[in-house]
């Protein structure tokens, strides 16, 4: 085996087993990986993400229910800034539960394309300073 061989290997090993959600975004901001931690996280599949701004299906809603345009995002603002961006936010979990996270966006430019890998933590509920239990995002809110 070589040497880069080896190392793709370890990569991969490495993210599939991190316990820190992460995920890789094209300069679309569609995701094109996400680690076993981040399907946790999120309740989604990549397969299921694919084809759209992950923003659409994780951060789409504020957690007083009013909608979270992907151009206010500061996760999805780290490429066209080229600037890490770090902070914390409510994610939508699949089944509709809101979560906070914890998020660093970092750019990595490589030649004509771009991609941001963005890492993040669910925190928990007594640190989400909006509610001391989870909230519930359905119907025309989400």
């Known amino acids: 085996m070589t040497q880069t ?3 793709l290997l370890d990569l991969h090993d490495l993210c599939t087993n991190a316990t820190v959600a992460l995920f890789v975004m094209d300069d679309r901001q569609h995701c094109v990986y996400m680690n076993p931690a981040a399907e946790q996280l999120t309740g989604f599949t990549l397969a299921e993400v694919q084809g759209a701004p992950l923003h659409d299906f994780v951060h789409h809603t504020r957690p007083d229910g009013s909608p979270y345009p992907l ?19 409510v994610f939508v979990h699949k089944d509709g539960t809101l979560y906070a996270v ?7 430019r490589r030649g004509a394309g771009s991609w941001v890998l963005s890492s993040k933590y669910r925190m928990p509920a007594s640190a989400w300073r909006g509610s001391a239990s989870a909230r519930r995002c359905s119907g025309s809110a989400c």
């Open 5 to 7: 061989a080896q190392s």
């Open 102 to 108: 914890s998020f660093t966006a970092s750019p990595i």
């Open 71 to 89: 151009a206010e995002c500061p996760i999805d603002r780290a490429a066209p800034a080229n600037m890490q961006e770090h902070g914390e936010e």
